[in-house]
């Protein structure tokens, strides 16, 4: 009879957390709705396919794959459709270019080449050749050229590198992994600072030639939140064979790391990672990117959940209950820019379709959290 009652009480037990995990997906499902709904009502798919607008589509494709609404899906269509699924659209090689650039002739610039992600994401939805062939043709002719400087910018890891590994997975041609690593080694080179395991935004921020205002050395929470969740896409699609896994993988737990250490005790992380004074105050762009990338690491086996759930957690936490407004507002993004900035205001208005692509992000993976935990 003891033994009967054990077990009754194990099954109730067990019944309770399957329920709450249950209900917690439903607030999940229910969040990611209240805040793309909000976006896609006050702005229209047709607008450019330059990065900030590409990386709103690169968590609206990851709502789109947990909600299943294909209002979702058909919002992303019409945005690549609007850009005749292209990035920059010249047409001449020879004026194309990499440094930063809003033209048409930027087309070797990282921040016109994110949009093939999403573009590559709706292609496998519908496989048709022309939805990849301009990623194919820019990409390819990068490849061929001498040149290995083009991801210079800690934002650019997270633009271009999973274009990399996502056309390697469509045409199994083994250079686009091979310029990966180059570009990437090239990116370490002169911004990746290997004492904390964190990245400056770009070359012009590394210590002590730039400093924090207290002095300390200034990490740029939403840049080293690119680059977090960058290398967490390049993982999820890069061969388990590649010789150089254990390179990025490296670089993403170390990343973990120091993200861990920098969090503040209401969840967020400041704009200045290592420095809260700097500017003080929750941001969620980088908290997005940060929340996503352990939690993606948590769900696929690569970081311990019992040393890295509760920042997910409490990341989350602000990001459900403070950034999210009540109308579905995604707020406290800092805005465009490359820097912390003592003194500028983020507050509960500011908002910005990239910070909205990074909440969806990270609203998706805690979702398959709950959901692989709901199976145990």
Same mark, same amino acid.
């Given at each position: 009879?003891?033994?009967?009652?054990?077990?009754?009480?194990?099954?109730?037990?067990?019944?309770?957390?399957?329920?709450? *995990?249950?209900?917690?997906?439903?607030?999940?499902?229910?969040?990611?709705?209240? &805040? +793309? @709904? =909000? %976006?896609?009502?006050?702005?229209?798919?047709?607008?450019?396919?330059?990065?900030?607008?590409?990386?709103?589509?690169?968590?609206?494709?990851?709502?789109?794959?947990?909600?299943?609404?294909?209002?979702?899906?058909?919002?992303?269509?019409?945005?690549?459709?609007?850009?005749?699924?292209?990035?920059?659209?010249?047409?001449?090689?020879?004026?194309?270019?990499?440094?930063?650039?809003?033209?048409?002739?930027?087309?070797?610039?990282?921040?016109?080449?994110?949009?093939?992600?999403?573009?590559?994401?709706?292609?496998?939805?519908?496989?048709?050749?022309?939805?990849? *062939?301009?990623?194919?043709?820019?990409?390819?002719?990068?490849?061929?050229?001498? &040149? +290995? @400087? =083009? %991801?210079?910018?800690?934002?650019?890891?997270?633009?271009?590198?999973?274009?990399?590994?996502?056309?390697?997975?469509?045409?199994?041609?083994?250079?686009?992994?091979?310029?990966?690593?180059?570009?990437?080694?090239?990116?370490?080179?002169?911004?990746?600072?290997?004492?904390?395991?964190?990245?400056?935004?770009?070359?012009?921020?590394?210590?002590?030639?730039?400093?924090?205002?207290?002095?300390?050395?200034?990490?740029?929470?939403?840049?080293?939140?690119?680059?977090?969740?960058?290398?967490?896409?390049?993982?999820?699609?890069?061969?388990?064979?590649?010789?150089?896994?254990?390179?990025?993988?490296?670089?993403?737990?170390?990343?973990?790391?120091?993200?861990?250490?920098?969090?503040?005790?209401?969840?967020?992380?400041?704009?200045?990672?290592?420095?809260?004074?700097?500017?003080?105050?929750?941001?969620?762009?980088?908290?997005?990117?940060?929340?996503?990338?352990?939690?993606?690491?948590?769900?696929?086996?690569?970081?311990?959940?019992?040393?890295?759930?509760?920042?997910?957690?409490?990341?989350?936490?602000?990001?459900?209950?403070?950034?999210?407004?009540?109308?579905?507002?995604?707020?406290?993004?800092?805005?465009?820019?490359?820097?912390?900035?003592?003194?500028?205001?983020?507050?509960?208005?500011?908002?910005?379709?990239?910070?909205?692509?990074?909440?969806?992000?990270?609203?998706?993976?805690?979702?398959?959290?709950?959901?692989?935990?709901?199976?145990?």
């Amino acid at each position: 009879m003891k033994h009967y009652l054990i077990a009754i009480c194990l099954t109730a037990s067990l019944l309770s957390v399957s329920a709450q *995990a249950q209900v917690s997906k439903t607030q999940i499902l229910e969040t990611i709705k209240k &805040a +793309n @709904d =909000y %976006w896609q009502a006050n702005h229209k798919p047709e607008v450019r396919a330059f990065w900030d607008e590409a990386a709103y589509h690169t968590g609206n494709m990851e709502a789109f794959s947990i909600t299943a609404e294909e209002k979702y899906k058909d919002y992303s269509e019409r945005w690549a459709g609007h850009n005749q699924w292209m990035g920059a659209k010249s047409k001449d090689r020879s004026e194309w270019k990499y440094k930063y650039g809003e033209k048409d002739d930027y087309v070797l610039f990282g921040d016109w080449q994110i949009c093939f992600q999403t573009y590559i994401d709706l292609y496998h939805l519908n496989p048709e050749a022309h939805k990849i *062939a301009r990623a194919k043709e820019v990409m390819e002719y990068q490849m061929s050229t001498s &040149a +290995n @400087d =083009y %991801w210079w910018w800690a934002d650019g890891l997270y633009m271009v590198m999973p274009v990399m590994t996502k056309l390697y997975k469509v045409t199994g041609n083994k250079l686009y992994l091979e310029k990966l690593y180059e570009y990437f080694e090239y990116a370490n080179s002169i911004m990746y600072d290997q004492k904390t395991g964190l990245y400056y935004r770009d070359a012009k921020y590394v210590y002590p030639k730039h400093k924090s205002v207290n002095g300390k050395k200034d990490f740029w929470a939403r840049g080293d939140g690119w680059v977090f969740a960058g290398l967490a896409k390049v993982l999820k699609d890069l061969p388990s064979d590649d010789p150089h896994r254990e390179v990025y993988l490296s670089k993403y737990k170390k990343l973990a790391k120091a993200i861990l250490k920098s969090q503040q005790p209401e969840g967020y992380w400041t704009r200045s990672m290592l420095d809260k004074d700097h500017a003080p105050g929750p941001e969620t762009s980088g908290t997005s990117f940060f929340t996503y990338g352990l939690l993606w690491g948590i769900n696929n086996g690569y970081l311990k959940e019992k040393v890295y759930l509760g920042a997910a957690e409490k990341g989350w936490k602000y990001l459900s209950e403070v950034a999210l407004q009540q109308d579905g507002r995604v707020g406290y993004v800092q805005p465009i820019g490359e820097k912390a900035i003592p003194g500028q205001v983020v507050d509960a208005k500011s908002t910005a379709n990239f910070g909205v692509g990074a909440f969806l992000l990270a609203a998706a993976e805690m979702y398959r959290y709950l959901d692989n935990n709901s199976k145990k």
